[in-house]
């Protein structure tokens, strides 16, 4: 198609437009639709007839592509390393199984000729046996005369979701707020209740034994009170070993902080508000003074040392 121009056009209607021109790939986009409507964070992809805005996806998810002929999206990343270091592996012992080189490969004998002689019913039968190694595999222990031993690695580590939080108050009971802790939402969690009082508590749990807590902080709590960390050792809440708690009794400013701890050895799973088979650690209030502002959470993961 072709556009005739007119002196004194103003809107794309009052075109004249020839659609039988070839105009080789060329044509009006909805861009400026498009660009007018943008955000910061916004793109652009095409859904197979004009363009369309993709606005960004929640904190820590990665565009995904569903293959050719499917939009863009986004998705959670899911479990991923949180560190990296590099990870030694020792070859004591190692077997490896490996095919062999065929590219001469001619059928042969394993050796000689084996001539193999036996009575049957008073005469003498010959056997003459070949074996073919095509499709053979063999396993071999790899050469180590020239191994030196690599320098140890520092370990790394897996920081993945809470597999479970409960907000406890002692006036009403358990919450489970595992889906609000697991997602970024803003100020979903809720670490103390509105007013705080002994033994009201925080849980978090997962799956696997962990070695720390990292808590998004939305909301900095503000008062006196104080929040003792502890474990379920199978019998008992007891306390934890070597803690750091960077969250400050939930006191601390908004954003990521973490509560560190020596792993128990044991440490056992119970079971939490409705939610079985976790390992569980608390902060508890074991002392109240007062409120000013309750302290709430965006989204809390563990942190496993590997």
Excluded: C
């Excluded at 907000?167 to 100020?187: F, I, L, M, R």
């Excluded at 007891?238 to 973490?258: E, K, P």
């Amino acid at each position: 198609m072709s556009l005739l121009l007119k002196a004194g056009i103003s809107k794309l209607s009052e075109l004249d437009i020839d659609a039988d021109k070839d105009w080789q790939t060329k044509g009006i986009s909805n861009i400026k639709e498009i660009a007018l409507g943008m955000a910061i964070g916004d793109i652009v992809q095409h859904d197979g007839a004009r363009l369309v805005k993709l606005s960004p996806g929640e904190a820590h998810h990665v565009l995904t592509s569903e293959g050719p002929g499917h939009l863009v999206t986004w998705a959670p990343g899911g479990t991923y390393f949180y560190r990296y270091f590099p990870v030694s592996i020792s070859l004591a012992n190692a077997v490896a199984k490996v095919s062999p080189d065929r590219s001469q490969d001619e059928e042969a004998l394993i050796a000689t000729l084996h001539m193999q002689a036996y009575e049957t019913s008073g005469y003498i039968r010959r056997l003459i046996s070949t074996v073919a190694l095509l499709n053979a595999e063999a396993k071999v222990i790899p050469d180590k005369t020239g191994e030196k031993a690599p320098a140890a690695g520092t370990g790394y580590s897996l920081k993945i979701q809470v597999g479970g939080a409960v907000a406890h108050d002692d006036d009403v009971g358990d919450t489970d707020e595992t889906t609000a802790a697991q997602n970024p939402t803003a100020n979903d969690m809720h670490l103390l209740p509105p007013i705080p009082a002994a033994s009201d508590a925080y849980y978090f749990g997962h799956a696997r034994k962990f070695d720390m807590v990292w808590l998004d902080i939305g909301t900095q709590g503000e008062g006196v009170w104080t929040i003792a960390w502890e474990y379920w050792n199978g019998s008992a809440w007891v306390s934890l070993s070597d803690v750091v708690d960077n969250t400050n009794d939930f006191t601390a400013v908004t954003g990521l902080h973490d509560i560190k701890f020596t792993r128990p050895g044991d440490w056992a799973v119970t079971d939490i508000g409705g939610i079985t088979g976790l390992y569980w650690i608390r902060g508890r209030v074991s002392s109240y003074t007062s409120v000013i502002t309750q302290p709430l959470g965006n989204q809390a993961w563990v942190e496993i040392f590997i």
